[in-house]
């Protein structure tokens, strides 16, 4: 008889049990890159204000790198701000690896999982 280790046991279950719910009908929040998915899109640029209408999580993404720039953990009503006109071109350079000329902003709200969908 051959046993398996705990661990790969453990990755097993989590890989089912991530894909089930993915079969289930539970769209993925995240494309291959790890960024979120368009539907989640809520503005772009060098300023932006949001405001969370339920409990989730903001991602500051860079699309043409593509790379997260920044996550914030917000709750309902709470805001997310960011004004990149400060930024200095050398330093997002030196940063981002990329001029930021080409950066194409952009911020993104995936709400919890136990936050109920936003009133539209």
Known sequence: MMRFPAAFAMVLCTALLLTGCQAMGE???FDADGIPHERYYVGGGLRIKY????DGTAYFVDNNLP???MTES???GE????SGGA???EEYQQMM???IKDAKLALYFVPNESSPPPAE
């Open 27 to 29: 769209p993925a929040a």
């Open 51 to 54: 405001t969370a209408p339920v």
């Open 67 to 69: 790379k997260i720039i």
């Open 74 to 76: 917000l709750e309902k």
């Open 79 to 82: 805001a997310f701000s960011i």
């Open 87 to 89: 930024t200095e071109p």
């Open 97 to 99: 690896g990329a001029p």
